[in-house]
């Protein structure tokens, strides 16, 4: 059985908000409980961990533990604090709008390669992107049928992880997404296409616009594949 880490412990700086970001009300509850709510309908997972801020407390019926400085020293902590599971999903908290069936096909797509040792969400990239140098002067124009941009949750077998997450705060810090720790050791990746609605909450802006796709949800609107 998996077990499941969600990554809460930022301060939502960006945000604007007087609580840390996963702490900010979110159609009526914390932005945190849309993802918990979200894994517990995932049969797979048997256990969920919590990164926290400082001080604060894990909701009814999941783990807590006190988050990192940064991201990957978080996904750490929570794994050091799971229980046995294998494999791992590991999903921001900041993506409140995740559909169980998306944590599903992810951790389907790992089960079903042997080869792979982690496989993630992701959403094809539909805007042309352009590299350019540190005075913005382009240097080429990529092809964006091979670019995807990557989301969570993000799916790992456990001794993949373990091992990724065993180098020094500065190759923590460079870490954008865990996937990306295992790339570096040669380890095997695989993209699971999913909506663009499982956006990150960034800015108030973003805040806004899930509270938007919840109230449709609410509504009967389907939620997104």
């Given at each position: 059985?998996?077990?499941?880490?969600?990554?809460?412990?930022?301060?939502?700086?960006?945000?604007?908000?007087?609580?840390?970001?996963?702490?900010?009300?979110?159609?009526?509850?914390?932005?945190?409980?849309?993802?918990?709510?979200?894994?517990?309908?995932?049969?797979?997972?048997?256990?969920?961990?919590?990164?926290?801020?400082?001080?604060?407390?894990?909701?009814?019926?999941?783990k807590g533990v006190r988050g990192?400085?940064?991201?990957?020293?978080?996904?750490?902590?929570?794994?050091?604090?799971?229980?046995?599971?294998?494999?791992?999903?590991?999903?921001?908290?900041?993506?409140?709008?995740?559909?169980?069936?998306?944590?599903?096909?992810?951790?389907?797509?790992?089960?079903?390669?042997?080869?792979?040792?982690a496989a993630i969400a992701a959403?094809?990239?539909?805007?042309?992107?352009?590299?350019?140098?540190?005075?913005?002067?382009?240097?080429?124009?990529?092809?964006?049928?091979?670019?995807?941009?990557?989301?969570?949750?993000?799916?790992?077998?456990?001794?993949?992880?373990?091992?990724?997450?065993?180098?020094?705060?500065?190759?923590?810090a460079r870490a954008t997404d865990?996937?990306?720790?295992?790339?570096?050791?040669?380890?095997?990746?695989?993209?699971?296409?999913?909506?663009?609605?499982?956006?990150?909450?960034?800015?108030?802006?973003?805040?806004?616009?899930?509270?938007?796709?919840?109230?449709?949800?609410?509504?009967?609107?389907?939620?997104?594949?």
């Amino acid at each position: 059985m998996a077990v499941a880490l969600i990554v809460a412990a930022g301060s939502g700086e960006r945000l604007g908000a007087s609580v840390p970001k996963a702490l900010v009300p979110l159609y009526g509850r914390p932005m945190l409980q849309w993802s918990i709510d979200a894994l517990r309908r995932v049969p797979a997972i048997e256990e969920i961990v919590v990164s926290l801020p400082e001080g604060a407390g894990p909701p009814e019926g999941v783990k807590g533990v006190r988050g990192g400085t940064v991201r990957s020293e978080s996904v750490r902590l929570a794994l050091a604090a799971a229980g046995p599971g294998d494999p791992v999903l590991v999903h921001d908290a900041a993506r409140p709008l995740l559909a169980p069936q998306v944590a599903e096909r992810v951790l389907g797509a790992l089960a079903g390669d042997h080869g792979l040792d982690a496989a993630i969400a992701a959403a094809p990239v539909s805007d042309t992107v352009k590299r350019a140098d540190a005075h913005g002067k382009v240097l080429e124009t990529l092809d964006r049928s091979c670019l995807w941009a990557v989301q969570t949750p993000q799916a790992f077998r456990r001794e993949a992880l373990e091992r990724a997450l065993a180098v020094g705060p500065a190759e923590l810090a460079r870490a954008t997404d865990d996937a990306w720790l295992v790339e570096r050791l040669g380890g095997s990746v695989a993209v699971v296409e999913c909506s663009e609605q499982n956006f990150k909450v960034t800015t108030a802006r973003d805040l806004r616009l899930a509270e938007l796709v919840l109230a449709e949800r609410s509504a009967g609107s389907a939620g997104p594949d």
